[in-house]
């Protein structure tokens, strides 16, 4: 994924922090977000489960239940399809200089795959309910109340005592919360751990995306979603690897992204178009979704993104030119299409024009082009010509730009 022209006009910087807090505060974007989970959940009692699941406030600290990871995740999600987040104007992205074609390019992945981010979104922690232990602090209330799962219970024969414990936990929790009735939620949490000192772990749990009832629910999602049988093997990888994303990239790793690539070899998938939708559920998952508490207080983590992409480029640096070059071919037949298509390609302006073919006339098409395309100003041959250019450009615009670009 290598891009070196930025198309987005840019605005103010925010810091990430700042833009989580602004979208976290559209009740539209909000109401998108629950709308989804609301319907999944009543659908699919295995969402119903996972949207009750308790989270380990260590990572994450967007809320006490997986529900508050999967609304912050839609809810990025949903800001980028609605232009009210734009991933170069985050300042942690902008300074990444000569990444911006990249960070750019990234957001119209996400942006075209929007049904594709949805479903890894309900799917990829689907076995958090079933996987779910607990250990305790030494000397901790939760020690004290036996909080503490022995390893015996990472494997499925003891699915009744992780259910038990489970349900320890969560009735713990409710009197809790009970008890601060009016304290926000993500408020409860760092308390309630404060109080009991009590972690929570899933142990394996993305590699349980291959049991038969988590692989017939993702069966059922992308169907619904329409998602052809080529985006249905990419989801089920990258949600089997999506722990190992974040833990690949804490610091610089090109040779994860050769390993990452290795694995799209083996799978039968373009190296590129992997890596591509592994930073988007990389920024979904780990950028967006995941709150962070510290002493200063909340904050969202870019570092394994901005890594991520460093990693691409220093594992192969050959390839970002050959990509852009590609890139650049691409673009331009596109663009010639387009011209040819409303009549501003060369045979139709020397017919405008009334000009032969020739240096004079191939000057005045390149002009032509350029004040199109916006790097220069338009020649001027008459107040009818120009109409008539003016109208072509319009319908030009039309054909190679999104509604409100």
């Known amino acids: 994924m290598w891009r070196f022209q930025s198309v987005h006009e840019r605005s103010e910087t925010e810091y990430l922090d700042q833009m989580i807090e602004r979208i976290e505060g559209d009740e539209h974007l909000r109401g998108h977000a629950d709308a989804l989970l609301h319907g999944a959940a009543t659908q699919e009692p295995l969402i119903a489960q996972l949207l009750t699941t308790p989270q380990d406030i260590r990572y994450h600290a967007e809320g006490p239940t997986v529900r508050d990871h999967l609304r912050l995740m839609l809810t ?11 991933l170069i104007d985050i300042e942690e992205f902008r300074r990444m200089k000569g990444y911006e074609g990249e960070i750019e390019e990234l957001e119209e992945i996400i942006k075209e795959n929007i049904g594709f981010f949805e479903v890894f979104t309900l799917c990829h922690d689907i076995a958090k309910y ?26 499925d024969e003891a699915a009744h005592e992780r259910a038990q414990m489970r349900d320890r936990y969560l009735e713990l929790y409710r009197e809790f919360s009970a008890m601060h009735p009016t304290a926000p939620d993500k408020e409860v949490q760092a308390q ?10 899933y142990p394996h749990h993305a590699r349980r995306i291959h049991a038969p009832v988590n692989e017939d629910l993702l069966d059922r999602f992308c169907t619904a979603h329409k998602l052809p049988s080529r985006d249905r093997d990419l989801l089920d990888d990258l949600i089997s690897h999506h722990m190992e994303f974040n833990g690949d990239f804490h610091d610089l790793r090109p040779s994860a992204i050769g390993r990452y690539a290795h694995l799209s070899s083996r799978r039968g998938y373009d190296a590129d178009d992997f890596i591509d939708l592994m930073q988007g559920c990389l920024f979904l998952d780990v950028v967006i ?23 691409e480029h220093d594992w192969a640096p050959h390839r970002r030119v050959e990509k852009a070059e590609e890139r650049q071919k691409e673009e331009k037949r596109t ?17 405008l024009l009334g000009m032969e073919a020739g240096p004079k006339f191939g000057q005045t098409l390149r002009r032509v ?17 120009d109409g008539v250019i003016s109208e072509r450009a319009g319908e030009y615009y039309k054909k190679v730009f999104d509604v409100g670009e």
């Open 130 to 155: 079933s996987t779910m232990t607990f250990s305790s602090h030494e000397g901790s209330r939760g020690a004290e109340l036996g909080f503490h799962s022995p390893r015996t219970h990472h494997f």
């Open 335 to 351: 663009r010639n299409k387009a011209f040819r298509e409303v009549g501003l390609d060369g045979v139709a302006l020397m017919d």
């Open 289 to 311: 979704g995941s709150k962070r508490l510290a002493p200063h207080g909340y904050w969202h983590d870019p570092t394994p993104l901005i890594n991520c992409l460093r990693s």
């Open 192 to 201: 309630f751990y404060l109080t009991y000192g009590i972690a929570v772990h």
């Open 76 to 86: 990025g999600l949903y800001a980028l399809a609605e232009d009210k987040l734009h």
């Open 369 to 385: 082009h350029a004040a199109i395309q916006g790097k220069g100003d338009m020649p001027r041959f008459g107040k009818k010509i």
